[in-house]
């Protein structure tokens, strides 16, 4: 858990491989291995293997407020009808049990069945020595359990299973109680941490104190913690306000860098989690230092960097070819254009939700579920009228990740992901095409236009193109729309001719030609490719 921590924290905020140090020195950089422990030590307050705390016994629930009320009068008619089912089912069980443990007490002595009626009729924590003695001895004759009573009587396992099953139907209704998941220090003297001889856990060497790697403390003020309190540590803190030093020669130019490459599709630094020696040099090392400079000036403010960078001439450069400028800079290192990409998993799920008009921009709240279609596809849950909330809101499961977002290099965060990989292969065209999302999405949209401008073909058309591409359809390319779309009605209408529709043939084969026009450009390149 802490190697992991450690390789995140080096690989996205300070961009070294510090974790080629956990099992020797640096080959390449000046980190030794007792660096790699000192850094360790400063975790380790949180993350202790001698104080160890279960993940899951981590969740705090949310003391009372807004949040915890909703839920609670939301849970409160579910959880009242399954109290009522289960003391109605529990009325109609208790005679049954008293007779199968009538019965089975008739095989035993007459003495002992009275001693163990006795025992059965008294408090658990009230019973004598003997009856404790007894229930236990005949712990199988006294416990009867639903199952035996199942068996005995019939009507009654019919009965239990009903009411049992519209337990289960309400206890899926029930929102879970709001929840945070917390890392905190356990308190106290923080465990001593050791240099581990080959990263050995049971090869304990040398103690250590907490520190940061020795080769950054030029010009910085040094790692100190101050004032720990008897729930902390400061350990941590310190590390903090040691990262965010405004000379600091790698945090402020590496978070830049991976802002550059999430608009340009490569760092200025082409390896962001490596600027160490056998990284690669930046291709622009004055624009890198006066980035990192702008971003710690105004305040390490993300949203002003994304802004900067995007209003800037290298940004707003078109991506058309130019045969001149590629064999000039084939790799455009030298930013002489714009680089064509795909959008993000994300941001094709999402477009395709805004184009559509079935986002739902509704912030925060617990987590859209996810369903498992008869065909293996892993969908989220719309919800209605309400509409499909972004996908930073689907819930996420590594075993179980979006189908969309995994054809489309969702990335596999193990640890972390430090740069995204983007893959061009049939699986992406084959769900764009039959894939539900974008299909069902579609034909809402298309189901929109309809009632947006009845049965106008040529302004459907201007709309969609609007919607999708962001400008309206060339001369030819409205021929054309007009043309397929003939055409597809004509196709539509003769399928649901041989399938005996029962909706109106004509409107819904107007509806479903419009909709796989619709489906054609979500699934072209125009859309999935920002120009």
């Known amino acids: 858990m802490i190697a992991e921590e450690i390789e ?20 390449y950089d000046p980190i030794p291995q007792r660096d790699y422990y000192r850094l360790s030590a400063v975790l380790q307050t949180a993350y202790d ?70 025992a059965v009729a008294t408090a658990v924590e009230k019973r004598t020595a003997i009856q404790r003695y007894l229930a236990d001895k005949f712990q199988d004759t006294l416990k009867v359990t ?38 905190y220090e356990m308190g106290g003297e923080p465990s001593p941490a050791y240099v581990l001889r080959r990263g050995d856990a049971q090869l304990i060497g040398e103690s250590v104190e907490p520190g940061v790697p020795s080769a950054l403390r030029t010009g910085l003020e040094p790692y100190t913690v101050r004032s720990p309190k008897p729930d902390s540590s400061g350990r941590r803190l ?85 045969a001149s400028l590629h064999s000039a800079d084939p790799d455009n290192i030298l930013l002489s254009r714009m680089p064509l990409m795909r959008m993000d998993a994300e941001q ?43 996908s930073i809101y689907v819930l996420q499961r590594r075993t179980t990740p979006m189908t969309i977002l995994e054809a489309f290099d969702f990335p596999a965060l193990s640890p972390n992901c430090i740069q995204r990989t983007q893959s061009t292969v049939s699986t992406q065209a084959l769900q764009m095409m039959n894939g539900s999302v974008a299909r069902e999405h579609a034909r809402y949209l298309a189901g929109r236009l309809i009632d947006q401008f009845g049965d106008d073909r040529e302004r459907q058309i ?39 529709h ?7 084969a107007r509806w479903w030609a419009l909709a796989t026009l619709c489906h054609a450009m979500l699934s072209s390149a125009e859309f999935t490719y920002i120009d």
């Open 8 to 27: 995140v924290l080096a690989s996205s905020v300070l961009g070294l491989t510090i974790g080629c140090a956990r099992c020797h020195n640096h080959k």
């Open 49 to 118: 293997p001698y104080d160890w705390l279960t993940p899951t016994d981590r969740n705090i629930e949310i003391p009372a407020g807004s949040e915890r009320r909703e839920v609670a009068d939301f849970n409160a008619p579910f959880e009242a009808e399954m109290k009522h089912l289960e003391a109605s089912l529990e009325i109609k069980a208790k005679p049954l049990r008293e007779q199968v443990l009538h019965e089975r007490l008739t095989v035993l002595p007459e003495a002992m069945r009275t001693d163990l009626r006795a």
């Open 146 to 183: 639903d199952d035996d009573l199942a068996t005995k009587f019939p009507d009654f396992k019919v009965e239990s299973e009903k009411t049992k099953k519209t337990i289960a139907d309400l206890k899926k209704k029930l929102r879970d109680k709001p929840q945070i998941r917390a890392l």
């Open 238 to 322: 310190a590390l903090a306000r040691w990262l965010v030093q405004p000379n600091h020669p790698l945090t402020s130019r590496v978070m830049v860098n991976r802002i550059w490459m999430h608009h340009f599709g490569r760092g200025l630094v082409a390896s962001p989690s490596n600027f160490g020696r056998t990284g690669i040099p930046p291709s622009h090392p004055e624009l890198l230092d006066w980035l990192a400079t702008e971003f710690v000036r105004r305040g390490w403010s993300m949203k002003t960097m994304h802004r900067l960078i995007l209003t800037s001439a290298a940004y707003r450069q078109s991506s058309r070819f130019d």
């Open 348 to 390: 094709l799920y999402d477009s395709v939700l805004k184009v559509t008009g079935r986002w739902n921009p509704e912030q925060f709240g617990p987590p859209v579920p996810i369903e498992t279609k008869p065909g293996g596809e892993v969908v989220a849950k719309g919800s209605g009228k309400e509409g499909w909330r972004r």
């Open 462 to 500: 201007d709309e969609v193109y609007l919607r999708v591409f962001g400008r309206r359809p060339t001369v030819e390319e409205d021929k054309r729309a007009m043309e397929r779309l003939a055409d597809l009605t004509r196709r539509w209408g003769a399928d649901l001719e041989t399938r005996k």
């Open 502 to 508: 029962d909706q109106p043939r004509a409107s819904t």
